[in-house]
């Protein structure tokens, strides 16, 4: 494995002493952040509401810190606004449910969803023993059909409708559609419109967007790892064969000149490929072992993605990248543990262990920030934030 970077003296995870910290703070800031209802909030002035994909890392969190009954409490809530088809919306407005209700034209929830982190929520509460609900199971199984089935209806892979639904919002994947003038304001008015343009079913679920329907590579990775997870762990085996069939269509839309996933098929593709690191996650469900090595080895190398506190959100050579700039180029908590996590499955020891030792020195430099300068650990966006906590997940799991 190339690139194992990180410089000599800065590796947080060596003295045991400060790994501890790790685990301290990560269970002080989500006692800082838990609510009453029973949910975390991702920080308590810049994101004061419940999120889908958050409160899932969230929840794993938990788990690992010693608190499975929390952990529990916050995945139930991430189903509390489930629709009766299965979608689940991607923010709860629990105590202000008029706050963006003439943006979303609905009271209490948004009217997209995100990537659905609870497949692999569910999984890690019963590998770890803890008793849960048939229900829980149920609605978790219910959110991935919704996407496999009315949201795909007859294409190959999934399609997100909006932006925000893929979690990494201003992505350069989503250039094309935010034009050649774009400026993070312009392209915050024009998501806006893009939610005035989505087509929901009768109740309300968000199903096809006339203005915006990418089958993200990424979004797709997490649907089937999501899907697999609870397969895995013997629960919803009817989600086991459309699955294989995802992973088939998504593995189809490899790129091997740009070591990528595409998001479209490569003969309909009208721009090249962007490489960003959330569409290299099919190595969490590809069956192809030497696309395994190849990302692993991008995803750790300097001259690719690879940085001290975690890889870079872009490719260092794209001309998009910007390492200070929101989902253009930073590196994202819950991204480098989603590549730890398929590195400890897909049996890259090295890799699991750089990429520990990387989130832990971005969580160290950044003070458990939303994201973080690949190279310097430098802090950026709200600070602290919840989902940076996973730090102590890598601490404890590695430690194990
Ligand atoms: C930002 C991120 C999104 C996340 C939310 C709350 O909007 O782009 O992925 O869920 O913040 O942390």
């Known amino acids: 494995m190339s690139g194992d970077t990180v410089p000599v003296g800065t590796d947080p995870l060596e003295p045991g002493r400060e790994a501890a910290t790790v685990v301290d703070r990560a269970r002080a800031l989500l006692d800082a952040h838990w609510q009453p209802r029973g949910f975390t909030v991702p920080n308590t002035a810049v994101y004061p ?85 048939a229900e829980l199971v149920q609605r978790a199984a219910a959110g991935l059909e919704f996407l496999l089935g009315p949201r795909r209806a007859d294409r ?75 397969v895995d762990v013997g629960l919803a085996p009817g989600l086991a064969e459309p699955v294989d069939a995802l992973v088939e269509a998504l593995d189809a839309r490899w790129d091997p000149s740009r070591t990528s996933w595409r998001d479209e098929p490569a003969d309909g593709a009208s721009d090249p490929l962007v490489r960003t690191l959330e ?31 975690g890889p870079a959100q872009v490719h260092r050579d794209e001309p998009a990248y910007d390492p200070h700039a929101y989902w253009r180029g930073p590196a994202w908590p819950q991204l480098t543990y989603l590549f730890w996590v398929a590195a400890r499955r897909r049996g890259s020891a090295a ?23 690949p190279d310097t650990g430098a802090g950026l966006g709200a600070v602290p934030q919840s989902w940076a906590a996973l730090a102590a997940v890598v601490v404890v799991v590695e430690d194990g």
């Open 156 to 230: 190959p892979l999934v399609p997100i409708v909006h932006p925000w639904e893929s979690g990494c919002d201003d992505s350069p994947r989503w250039d094309r559609w935010a034009g050649p003038a774009r400026t993070p304001g312009s392209w915050r008015a024009r998501k806006g419109e893009l939610v005035d343009s989505i087509r929901a079913s009768a109740t309300g679920s968000a199903l096809a967007n006339p203005d915006f329907e990418v089958e993200s590579a990424a979004f797709n990775a997490l649907v089937a790892f999501n899907a697999r997870e609870l």
């Open 351 to 373: 890799a699991a262990d750089a990429l520990a030792r990387r989130l832990v020195a971005g969580v160290e430099r950044s003070g458990f920030a939303e994201y973080w300068h």
């Open 49 to 133: 509401h419940q999120w889908l994909w958050d409160s899932c890392f969230h929840s794993v969190t938990w788990l690992h810190v010693g608190d499975p009954d929390r952990a529990v409490a916050e995945l139930t809530n991430v189903f509390a606004r489930q629709h009766d088809d299965g979608f689940v919306p991607h923010m709860t407005y629990w105590d202000q449910p008029e706050l963006h209700a003439s943006f979303w034209r609905r009271s209490g929830e948004s009217a997209i969803t995100q990537p659905p982190m609870y497949g692999h929520a569910v999984a890690e509460l019963v590998r770890a023993g803890v008793a849960i609900d």
């Open 279 to 309: 569409a290299l996650l099919g190595v969490l469900v590809t069956p192809d072992g030497d696309r395994v090595a190849a990302v692993f080895e991008e995803v750790l190398d300097v001259g690719a993605y690879g940085g001290a506190c």
